[in-house]
């Protein structure tokens, strides 16, 4: 019971705690400290749901999926990546007067829910680390251990996110610099473009 519920709970957590783009952008939202609940909350349980579905089986249909619609899959990725990178580069080369202004203008919920949906669910990697590989893995456990596995992956998840949405608000006080945002706009920039040539390597398209 216990190794079942450390083991998924410590993958869970080793398959999300890369800075990728979701990750990027929930630390952004909780710096601005906009909606930082309820983007936490849509993340944690997008991943809980994925991780359930993956490991009551549907993930052997998804494998198929991502194989055969792959380069649509990851082409599309990492296009929306590289619109996205562009906008926050576009922040670093803004004017002093204007950068913070720009950068914490608030967005509506229904608007910064819809980016986090986009960077959950449009990246092919998210159905072959919840789905494909946790619920591969998991079955190593029967009965309710397999519970225990689901839950300890689960809960990695709702750790993860609210810790990294409400533990970006210590960097709020620095974040009144305009020099600081443009740090963390090139950075966010660069994690994008990454993500997008490496969705786009691996979809084939180059």
């Not at 990546?81 to 913070?100: A, D, E, P, Q």
């Not at 494909?132 to 839950?151: A, H, P, T």
């Not at 994008?192 to 979809?203: E, V, Y």
Request: glycine share 8%; hydrophobic share 55%.
């Amino acid at each position: 019971m216990v190794s079942a519920f450390f083991t998924g709970f410590f993958l869970g957590l080793s398959l999300i705690v890369a800075i990728g783009a979701q990750n990027a952008f929930v630390l952004r939202q909780g710096i601005l400290r906009q909606h930082v609940f309820y983007i936490a909350l849509f993340c944690s349980i997008s991943d809980a749901l994925l991780i359930i579905i993956g490991i009551v089986g549907i993930s052997y249909f998804f494998n198929d999926f991502i194989i055969e619609y792959s380069k649509i899959m990851f082409g599309f990725a990492s296009l929306w990546l590289c619109i996205y990178g562009f906008i926050r580069l576009n922040s670093v080369f803004k004017g002093n007067s204007n950068i913070i202004e720009s950068n914490i203008k608030s967005s509506s919920l229904k608007n910064a829910i819809s980016i986090t949906a986009f960077f959950t669910f449009a990246n092919p990697h998210v159905y072959l680390d919840t789905m494909i590989l946790i619920g591969s893995i998991s079955q190593q456990f029967e009965d309710f251990n397999r519970v225990y596995f689901l839950f300890g992956a689960c809960l990695a998840s709702f750790a993860w996110f609210f810790g990294i949405a409400y533990g970006a608000q210590l960097l709020t006080p620095l974040m009144q610099s305009p020099k600081h945002w443009r740090v963390l706009d090139a950075f966010i920039a660069s994690i994008m473009f990454i993500i997008a040539f490496k969705l786009a390597s691996q979809g084939g398209l180059f």
